[in-house]
């Protein structure tokens, strides 16, 4: 019995030269943009009109990709050595994608796949199904497919979290400190249709907030606020810049609850363009942990998950 394990993940560009590509093919997903087709395209030229050079600029900040695959590639090597399958990633908007993942995997029997999104979002989790099983199809692959929609209540994953805030925190005093959940923003009306996404990431917030009651770490406050807002369109609030302006402490851990794996989200937009408002608005320490990415922990969540799926 041959098995495959897919992390899957929204990925992010590996050279500058591949930030147009990522943009182009987010802004043309109708799962991203509910439009009729050549409404969508004409969005997403417009969007990429206004955005490239920016969004090449935040990159180049950055080391001129995102981390998103290096990341990934480590959280690859570690599951390794725990399961009886081969690991594999899928990015949906930029290479490795999954046609080009599932041209190695002819041959397997079962294929598990893991996205690496906790809550379901038809943004996200649906999206990158609906690319692997139309990749499958066109490839011929007749692999058994498995695989989860969630996963916000595993005990091992909010346990991570609450590792990856302890290593931020250091010998710092939880108490004299605020703690922001900070999960990617949608627009409002994504939400209105059903979407799961906002009820998920609240439910997640439940669980890593008892998870750090559990292990004795009591901050000033917790919190929950949205980023990455884009566009004249409302989306769910609070936003974190909001959220920041009304902290009463003016130290902060910024734990970014909707990410798995570091991105140009965590490393750009919360480490530098946050900070620097966080420094505005008169901030003492600011501080971004980091996501789980391999952390011990959560690897033995994807096992677990992977394990039930079997």
Do not use: C
């Not at 690991?87 to 994608?97: A, G, I, K, L, N």
């Not at 606020?225 to 920041?244: F, N, T």
């Amino acid at each position: 019995m041959k098995r495959a394990i897919l992390l899957l993940n929204m990925g992010g560009p590996n050279n500058l030269d591949e930030v147009q590509v990522f943009l182009h093919n987010m802004f043309n997903d109708k799962n991203v943009i509910n439009a009729p087709k050549l409404i969508r395209m004409l969005v997403a030229k417009l969007i990429i009109f206004k955005r490239l050079d920016e969004a090449k600029g935040n990159y180049k900040a950055i080391g001129g990709k995102s981390p998103i695959v290096g990341y990934t590639q480590q959280l690859i090597e570690a599951l390794s050595l725990h399961v009886d399958a081969t690991v594999h990633m899928v990015m949906r908007y930029t290479p490795p994608f999954a046609k080009d993942t599932l041209k190695n995997l002819q041959e397997v029997d079962e294929i598990y796949a893991i996205p690496l999104y906790p809550h379901y979002s038809s943004t996200t989790t649906l999206s990158s199904m609906q690319d692997l099983e139309k990749s499958m199809k066109n490839l011929g692959i007749k692999a058994k497919l498995k695989t989860i929609d969630k996963y916000y209540k595993n005990e091992k994953y909010n346990q991570a979290i609450v590792e990856r805030i302890k290593e931020s925190l250091g010998n710092a005093d939880a108490s004299e400190y605020e703690l922001v959940f900070s999960a990617h923003g949608l627009p409002q009306r994504i939400i209105d249709k059903g979407d799961l996404y906002q009820r998920h990431i609240k439910y997640n917030v439940f669980y890593a907030r008892k998870a750090l009651m559990q292990a004795g770490v009591e901050f000033h406050k917790t919190h929950l606020a949205y980023q990455s807002r884009l566009g004249p369109l409302e989306w769910i609030r609070p936003y974190l810049e909001d959220k920041l302006q009304a902290l009463k402490k003016k130290k902060v851990i910024i734990y970014p609850i909707a990410f798995t794996v570091d991105n140009s989200e965590t490393e750009f937009e919360l480490e530098i363009e946050y900070r620097e408002k966080a420094q505005e608005m008169g901030f003492l320490d600011y501080r971004v942990a980091k996501a789980v990415n391999n952390h011990p922990l959560f690897v033995e969540s994807l096992k677990e998950i992977y394990e039930e799926l079997k």
